[in-house]
């Protein structure tokens, strides 16, 4: 039987890809590209020469010798066979990490941002050696992280086979499954809802698994057009150790989240974003998040 044409539920145009030249980055580029040729998008190759402290100049410039080797690492980067047939440009930028990407962001219409991370010591050290974080808390468009657990896909074609969405029933993370059901239909994957069914926070006489199945089944969008048929999961658990092992037994491609808008710099990170971190760091696939 011939493959029926879904019409996208969402819409790219201009993808974000931050990179500090680095393996990571690189395993992250493929899913850019992959991502792009899907939607049709333009990808936007950045890098953010960091000023550093002590700088007089107006602009707090960055000394010549590092935006020289960003411009020759950049002009490698423009070479990529990855990137053939695909509408992009590369930018090497001055200044303050997430000043100028938020800069680019709004000049540049970006609705999506693809980011490599290395993982590290705390919240702040995930990318560029430092911000990731920032980048997805206060990037009001979705977030594609690929963490330090993710093997390297020299050869990705765009494939994804299994998408994982993680169900928290929050107001914020039902922009999340509308790109978890579009990426499924674009790539005719198997969808898998999952929800963790917490055991300090749900009353025994609460914990029925038939309950929550019956609540991910309402979630889907009456129009959707999913094959295979989506499958519905709830276990008792923590967030963190349910959605990865379920997405480690499936094999899952990408897990999305929704994510709260509750803007960086908080002094003590909600819960939410402590589970992220720890999903994204050990997940062995990208982890999509979207700001409701």
Not at 178 to 187: G, K
């Amino acid at each position: 039987m011939p493959s029926v044409e879904v019409r996208p539920r969402i819409s790219l145009k201009n993808i974000l890809f931050p990179t500090d030249f680095s393996e990571r980055s690189a395993i992250a580029l493929p899913y850019a590209a992959a991502i792009a040729r899907h939607y049709g998008a333009r990808i936007y190759l950045a890098h953010v020469v960091i000023s550093e402290e002590g700088v007089s100049a107006p602009a707090a410039v960055a000394p010549p010798s590092s935006r020289t080797i960003a411009q020759q690492e950049m002009a490698i980067l423009d070479r990529c066979d990855l990137l053939n047939d695909l509408q992009y440009e590369a930018l090497v930028e001055e200044g303050e990490l997430w000043d100028v990407l938020s800069r680019l962001i709004k000049d540049r219409g970006i609705d999506f941002i693809v980011l490599g991370t290395s993982g590290g010591e705390g919240f702040r050290k995930l990318f560029l050696g430092s911000l990731a974080d920032e980048i997805m808390r206060e990037a009001s468009c979705p977030v594609l992280a690929v963490g330090p657990e993710v093997p390297s896909r020299a050869q990705l074609q765009g494939d994804m086979s299994h998408i994982l969405y993680a169900a928290d029933f929050q107001p914020w993370s039902e922009l999340a499954l509308t790109y978890a059901v579009s990426l499924a239909e674009e790539n005719h994957a198997q969808l898998t809802l999952v929800h963790a069914v917490d055991p300090n926070k749900t009353p025994p006489a609460d914990r029925g698994s038939e309950r929550f199945l019956s609540d991910l089944q309402q979630m889907l969008p009456a129009d959707a057009s999913l094959a295979p048929l989506p499958e519905f999961v709830a276990e008792i658990g923590s967030p963190v150790e349910v959605i990865l092992k379920v997405a480690a037994e499936r094999g899952c491609d990408l897990i999305v989240m929704g994510a709260r808008d509750i803007g960086y710099g908080r002094p003590s990170p909600p819960m939410a974003w402590v589970r992220l971190h720890q999903i994204l760091c050990a997940a062995r696939c990208p982890v999509l998040t979207v700001h409701g």
